[in-house]
């Protein structure tokens, strides 16, 4: 069985689990005799996803198919599927999502389960984020008590505030720039994943992650940010896991106190510091959209270097918040006007 394909196998059998028994999931599988478990797991998983594009009226299958008959499809400059044999997975897709019998299928269970055993090994405790502390900033009072300096702990140079102080505007411009169904789903975006890994698919490159608040929340505090399978694996399940002891406020609260956002600032508070001056309560439309749309790339969006990219980047997010009804259209148009910042 082709290495990517095992590979892939087991990203297929973690999704499986985390969106259809979140409270289920199984760490470890015999590869002797887990076979038809995983199997069935691995359908299950497949009629889930068609359901779930079936409520956006997307044909998952011609999605996919098209994905796969593009002559680019599996180029070599995509280190995660470099390899992949695109026949061996068209059959697989057609196998488990289809219901066909192939008589030459590429399954083989027992190296998907072993694969699958390894990188889900010593898995960190999602309970642990919720009494996470993140390291920021030490207020020194003068003889008056009035703030003198603030000092920070090694990368984190952050001031933390509690979500109920980050105002909902800022909240809503992260969610609709980074994850518009964060409130909806449960710690993993199937929908997004498929779309990344069939953009991944028919346009090789920089791979695309579909990672919802929740994947970027555990990837940043907790399981790394290797651009591996495994990673991937280790991430979904702890993000599954870290949406049933938390809430959804104490989930994007540590996501907006723990993102960098550029000039060397973690977290919302910081940012809006350094980037216009204030705290993060007392930042205008504009403002939270610009700041909305820079964890996707805080270096390539750089308003000081790159001042048209920051801008095209601030307005995606805007018309976002606009779609979603975070903003009316005049709101939306007087924030595309306003400058970058200081």
């Known amino acids: 069985m082709n290495a990517i394909l095992i590979k892939l196998f087991a990203t297929a059998l973690t999704l499986s689990q985390v969106t259809t028994r979140p409270d289920a999931i199984r760490t470890q599988f015999d590869p002797a005799k887990d076979g038809p478990a995983v199997v069935q797991l691995l359908r299950d998983g497949c009629a889930h996803m068609r359901k779930a594009f079936d409520i956006e009226d997307i044909n998952l299958d011609e999605l996919i198919s098209t994905a796969m008959e593009d002559p680019k499809a599996v180029a070599g400059e995509s280190k995660l599927l470099h390899g992949l044999d695109i026949g061996e997975l068209n059959t697989s897709y057609k196998q488990f999502c289809k219901g066909e019998n192939p008589a030459n299928s590429p399954f083989e269970a027992g190296a998907v389960i072993a694969f699958y055993n390894k990188a889900v090994a010593d898995l960190p405790d999602a309970g642990a984020l919720k009494t996470l502390r993140l390291p920021g900033a030490t207020t020194i009072l003068d003889g008056r008590g009035n703030r003198f300096s603030e000092t920070f702990e090694p990368n984190g140079r952050r001031v933390a505030v509690p979500i109920g102080e980050i105002p909902p505007l800022v909240q809503k411009a992260f969610i609709a720039a980074e994850d518009k169904r964060f409130l909806a789903h449960h710690g993993i975006d199937e929908r997004g994943v498929i779309r990344a890994f069939i953009g991944n698919l028919a346009s090789p490159g920089r791979p695309q992650g579909g990672s919802t608040i929740t994947q970027q929340v555990v990837k940043n505090l907790s399981v790394g940010d290797d ?116």
Do not use: Q, W
Request: hydrophobic residues 40%.
């Open 227 to 342: 651009v591996t399978y495994e990673r991937k694996i280790r991430e979904m399940i702890v993000a599954a896991r870290a949406e049933r002891v938390m809430t959804k406020p104490e989930i994007l609260g540590l996501y907006l106190n723990g993102i960098y956002l550029g000039r060397g600032a973690y977290g919302v508070e910081m940012a809006a510091r350094s980037y216009f001056g204030k705290s993060v309560k007392d930042l205008t439309i504009a403002e939270a959209g610009l700041l909305g749309g820079m964890p996707k790339g805080p270096n390539f969006y750089n308003p000081d270097r790159y001042p048209e990219r920051a801008r095209e980047r601030r307005a995606y997010v805007l018309t976002r918040m606009k779609e979603e009804g975070a903003i009316t259209e005049a709101e939306m148009t007087a924030a595309l006007a306003a400058p970058l910042g200081s």
